[in-house]
């Protein structure tokens, strides 16, 4: 958390920074086969929690006709990522937002989304790949990062590059004062 906030929690007498349940993050899924809403914008808002995360990825619906083995491990591979989030026992986050989208222009939701609700952190989820070990997040969101990137939230994303500053140094993602 940034310096100057305090964190005011009325259930417990002390400030415990080994626990992150006072945490509201925000998850982000970038789909290649799951069914999004039609109507504009075209995303999907789960709000999951330890108890139902499963169920309600199994709920998700396939796009299309074809691809149903794509589509099944796609949802596999997110209830293992999301799976992570809650499996650290009470140290695991409680409940968590889940927003999947498709298309670049889609992304635009993630900042609407941001503005009208608060999230401590922004998880950027890598997406299935067919090696199972998931594409890589610098690659998959370098060009929807400029749709929602705000210097009040901070940004989560895994990546195997050993340097990411192109992210940054390009002027595309430059803030302009």
Known sequence: MPQDTINVNLIHETLDIKYVNYYAPLLVYKC???KLNESTPKVKILNLNINNFEKQINALE???????????????????????????GDAGLRSVKLLIYKDSNEAKAIKTELIQNRNTFV????????NNDGGDGLTVYKDD?????????????ATKESEIKEL????????SR
């Open 32 to 34: 290649a086969k799951i």
């Open 168 to 175: 940054f140094n390009n002027g595309s993602n430059a803030k």
């Open 62 to 88: 396939k796009e299309g006709s074809n691809g149903e083995d794509e589509f099944n491990k796609e949802k596999e591979y997110l209830k293992q990522a999301i799976g992570s989030f809650f499996s650290s």
């Open 123 to 130: 998880t950027l989820i890598n997406t299935y790949a067919s």
């Open 145 to 157: 990062y400029t749709h929602f990137k705000d210097d009040k939230h901070f940004f989560v994303f």
